[in-house]
């Protein structure tokens, strides 16, 4: 089974800048894609960006140009690095997983809260 732990949340003035990252751990499992969604308050769950294991990255039109996600695949880590961050942009983010153990299998992380203030 694997399990995900996610860092890098906070308070941050409007402009500044977050990195996120997200580890993955277990036995014997090969990870394919992971991603970055975000939900704020009183909305649904949307992806942020999302890289595939061959590096193929894609994004949500409101955060291009200023998020770029990233892997380790020696660390089997994900990180998300969010610049110019604007009070829109504050919501949980969580990381998301897909790997393969037997079958094709998701798992979720915690997520971690980024604030943005104006």
């Known amino acids: 089974q694997v399990q995900l732990v996610e860092s890098g949340g906070g308070l941050v003035q409007a402009g500044g800048s977050l990195r996120l990252s997200c580890a993955a751990s277990?036995?014997?499992?090969?990870?394919?894609?992971m991603g970055w969604y975000r939900q704020a308050p009183g909305k649904q769950r949307d992806l942020v960006a999302g890289?595939?294991?061959?590096?193929?990255?894609n994004y949500a039109d409101s955060v291009k140009g200023r998020f770029t996600i990233s892997r380790d695949n020696a660390k089997n880590t994900v990180y998300l690095q969010m610049n110019s961050l604007q009070p829109e942009d504050t919501a949980v983010y969580y990381c998301?997983?897909?790997?393969?153990?037997?079958?094709?299998?998701?798992?979720w992380g915690q997520g971690t809260l980024v604030t943005v203030s104006s």
């Open positions: 998301k997983v897909n790997y393969r153990f037997y079958r094709d299998r998701e798992v």
């Open positions: 277990g036995r014997s499992f090969s990870i394919n894609a």
């Open positions: 890289i595939t294991s061959g590096g193929s990255t």
